[in-house]
Nanobody, 120 residues
Framework: VQLVESGGGLVQPGGSLRLSCTASGLIFPLKDMGWYRQAPGKERDLVAAVTRGGSTNYADSVKGRFTISRDNAKNTLYLQMNSLKPEDTAVYYC???????????????WGQGTQVTVSS
């Protein structure tokens, strides 16, 4: 099982980026998914999360600017980030609740992270 993120990069303040995270090697459906971020010297914090049914929640700092969504048929999670600010600069990590085989239960998996840098 793998979670692979893409879409990070360098963007100017006020710009937009779209992150993607695709799960592969699955046997069972994904459950809750989410995005976390970690800036240098800071803790890893939740940015946004979405249930399999589509219910969402967001950190206050990104409400109205970021949108989380998922395509269950493609096992893919998205994060549309608009009106980006320098303080959004961080490594962004995808998470998903995955049951990797017939012998275990669902547990949280992490992607490798993708760098987002907001700077002029």
């Amino acid at each position: 099982v793998q979670l692979v993120e893409s879409g990070g990069g360098l963007v100017q303040p006020g710009g937009s980026l779209r992150l993607s995270c695709t799960a592969s090697g699955l046997i069972f459906p994904l459950k809750d998914m989410g995005w976390y971020r970690q800036a240098p010297g800071k803790e890893r914090d939740l940015v946004a999360a979405v249930t399999r049914g589509g219910s969402t929640n967001y950190a206050d700092s990104v409400k109205g600017r970021f949108t989380i969504s998922r395509d269950n048929a493609k096992n893919t999670l998205y994060l549309q980030m608009n009106s980006l600010k320098p303080e959004d600069t961080a490594v962004y990590y995808c998470t998903a609740e995955i049951r990797p085989d017939y012998y275990g239960n669902y547990r949280v998996w992490w992607g490798q992270g993708t760098q987002v840098t907001v700077s002029s």
